[in-house]
């Protein structure tokens, strides 16, 4: 992204937002345009969406990771992935411990 200014998380600069950064958004017709802008805040709300390692997430990074999740439950009736409340964002590759594995 080349502009460092934050967004609003209200239906009008995530659509504008979504335009200039998401390409998927740019493919859907005004009525699912809608339904992706209303669901990724609908997302946002209902999910806490963190950092670890310093790492603050503005909305930038709160709307791509919805959108990410939006696009993958578009078509379905039953979308909201109930089963976690929280997505942690690490700055770097971090070392599991508790499975010895290091994610990326």
């Known amino acids: 992204m080349t502009s ?6 209200n239906p009008s600069e ?3 937002f979504y335009t200039t950064y998401f390409r998927y958004f740019t493919t859907l017709d005004a009525a699912y ?3 992706f802008t209303e669901r990724s805040l609908q997302f946002i709300s209902e999910k806490a969406i963190t950092g670890a390692g310093g790492f603050v997430p503005d909305n930038r ?3 791509l ?4 999740a939006v696009q993958l439950t578009l078509g379905l009736e039953t979308w909201k992935l109930d089963y976690f409340d929280e997505i942690e964002l690490h700055p770097s590759d971090f ?3 508790g499975f010895f594995k ?3």
Request: proline letters at 0%; glycine letters at 0%; charged letters at 30%.
């Open 61 to 63: 990074v709160k709307a």
């Open 4 to 9: 460092t200014a934050d967004i609003a998380l």
């Open 95 to 97: 070392d599991n411990a």
């Open 102 to 104: 290091i994610h990326r």
């Open 65 to 68: 990771i919805a959108a990410s």
């Open 33 to 35: 345009r809608q339904v």
């Open 14 to 16: 995530l659509e504008k």
